[in-house]
């Protein structure tokens, strides 16, 4: 086990979960900087763990950053990566949530929440944007290419974005449902 690389993971993660805003979701764009600027991982491989995370229930940014530790150093870089990504904020989120009540209806806080919430939206739509990218091989063929050569996983697209918009369905069984549309129709 070499402890410089556990530390390493430890501390990336950490710093992905203490400078990200938003919850989860949200800093899997931060997420996703960091690992691939770090050469732990590719686009491609950030986006199939984002997909193994949303197909198991929890929070997304634990089971990522596991998925990320564990490629890069088994079983311990999971732990390593899932306790960065876990402990500080929780620490920090403790800390905070004694004052939070004591100022959560003053204006300056809500001020400073009406900005950020749009941040985290334009976070979450690059998010999409470049697990898009990855998914659909716009690096390899264009963003017109892509598309049409990946017909079948655009539709699946828009399919699940209409269920999720358009009705009540528990996102679980979209997932559940691209699992076995998946094993059937690409095995």
């Known amino acids: 086990m070499e402890w410089k690389l556990l530390w390493e993971i430890f501390i990336l993660f950490t710093r992905v979960a203490l400078f990200s805003w938003g919850g989860g979701p949200a800093s899997l764009a931060l997420m996703q900087r960091e690992v691939v600027t770090a050469g732990w991982a590719s686009n491609e491989e950030f986006a199939d763990a984002v997909a193994v995370g949303n197909a198991l229930p929890g929070p997304i940014a634990p089971q990522v950053s596991a998925y990320v530790g564990y490629k890069i150093s088994g079983l311990w870089?999971?732990?390593?990566?899932?306790?960065?990504?876990?402990?500080?904020?929780?620490?920090?989120?403790?800390?905070?949530?004694?004052?939070?009540?004591?100022?959560?209806?003053?204006?300056?806080?809500?001020?400073?929440?009406?900005?950020?919430?749009?941040?985290?939206?334009?976070?979450?739509?690059?998010?999409?944007?470049?697990?898009?990218?990855?998914?659909?091989?716009?690096?390899?063929?264009?963003?017109?290419n892509g598309l049409v050569q990946n017909w079948d996983k655009v539709i699946i697209a828009i399919i699940a974005f209409a269920l999720l918009t358009l009705t009540e369905i528990n996102p679980v069984w979209l997932v559940i449902a691209g699992a076995v549309f998946g094993f059937i129709a690409y095995k």
């Open 77 to 144: 870089g999971a732990v390593s990566a899932t306790m960065g990504t876990v402990f500080p904020t929780t620490l920090l989120m403790l800390i905070m949530v004694v004052y939070f009540f004591s100022i959560k209806d003053s204006p300056a806080v809500a001020a400073m929440l009406k900005a950020v919430r749009p941040v985290v939206v334009g976070l979450l739509l690059w998010t999409a944007y470049t697990m898009a990218y990855a998914v659909f091989s716009v690096s390899k063929v264009g963003w017109g």
